[in-house]
C-alpha cells in the first residue's frame, strides 16, 4: 500500500521480462508463476474456487492478477507452458515479516500482544513445508491453458485462535495476554479460504497440522532469538 509503483514493477514488470525472454529463447521451458489468493478480493464466506470471479481487494492483489493475465496471454499466443499456484497464508521458520514474526517479537520484548484488526479474520494456514513439496510437482502440470491451481489446507482458522496458539506455544502453560486493536490493515479481507478440489485431484495436500506448524515456528524464533 505505501508503494504500488514499485510493487508493480516486481510483480507485473519483471513477469512481463521474463516472459518475453523465454518467448525468444527458451519457449519449450515450463513456467511456475507463484500467484496469490489476494486476486480473489474479499466478502468470500465459504472455500473460494480457481474459477471465482477475481476481485482484488488491494494493488498487491490487483498485480498479481495482472500478472497471470499477462502469463496466460503468452500461453496462448505463444505456446509458453505455465502453471500458476495461487498460495494462500503461507508460513514457517525462516519467515521474518507478518503475522507471527510481530507476535512473537511482541511476546518477546512485552510479555503480552496488540495485534490490529478484530481477531476474527479467517485465513487458511499453510505450512511452507507442505507449499514446498506442492510446488515442486505442480510444475509437471505447466501447460499451454496456463492452469490456476489454489496451494493451501482448505480450512479456516481465524487470527485470534492463531495468535492464541501462538501463545500457548510460547508460554507453555498460562498463554501471554493477546488483545486486539480493532483497527484493519488496508486491503485485508476478512477471509480467505481455499477449495482444494482441484490441488487434491492432483494427488497433493497440504497436510501439516497447524498446531504443529506454529510449535515449530516459535522454536525456530526461540532459537533465533536466544529467547529462554
Known amino acids: 500500500m505505501a508503494n504500488p509503483h514499485e510493487d508493480f514493477m516486481r510483480t507485473v514488470g519483471s513477469t512481463a521480462e ?58 496462448i499466443n505463444f505456446g509458453l507452458m505455465i502453471v500458476l499456484p495461487r498460495l494462500f497464508s503461507v508460513f514457517g521458520p525462516e519467515l521474518k515479516k507478518q503475522l507471527l514474526w510481530d507476535l512473537c517479537n511482541k511476546l518477546a520484548e512485552n510479555g503480552f500482544a496488540e495485534l490490529g484488526g478484530s481477531g476474527e479474520e479467517r485465513r487458511d494456514w499453510t505450512c511452507v513445508s507442505d507449499v514446498a513439496i506442492a510446488l515442486e510437482k505442480l510444475l509437471a502440470f505447466a501447460d499451454t491453458r496456463a492452469p490456476v491451481i489454489n496451494v493451501a489446507t482448505g480450512v479456516a482458522v481465524s487470527v485470534r485462535d492463531v495468535a492464541l496458539a501462538v501463545a500457548r506455544a510460547w508460554s507453555g502453560e498460562t498463554p501471554p495476554a493477546i488483545r486486539f486493536s480493532g483497527i484493519s490493515r488496508a486491503g485485508d479481507p476478512d477471509s480467505l479460504c481455499a477449495d482444494v478440489s482441484r490441488l487434491c485431484a492432483h494427488g497433493l495436500t497440504c497436510a501439516t497440522p497447524l498446531v504443529k506448524g506454529l510449535d515449530d515456528y516459535v522454536g525456530w524464533f526461540r532459537t533465533l532469538k536466544g529467547c529462554a
Do not use: N
Request: charged share 15%.
Open 18 to 75: 521474463l516472459l518475453e525472454w523465454l518467448r525468444q529463447h527458451a519457449p519449450q521451458t515450463p513456467l511456475m508463476a507463484v500467484s496469490s489468493a489476494a486476486v480473489y478480493g474479499a466478502a468470500h464466506a465459504a472455500p473460494i474456487a480457481e474459477d471465482s470471479r477475481p476481485a482484488p481487494f488491494s494493488p498487491y492483489g490487483t498485480h498479481k492478477l495482472m500478472m497471470e493475465e499477462l502469463c496466460r496471454s503468452y500461453a
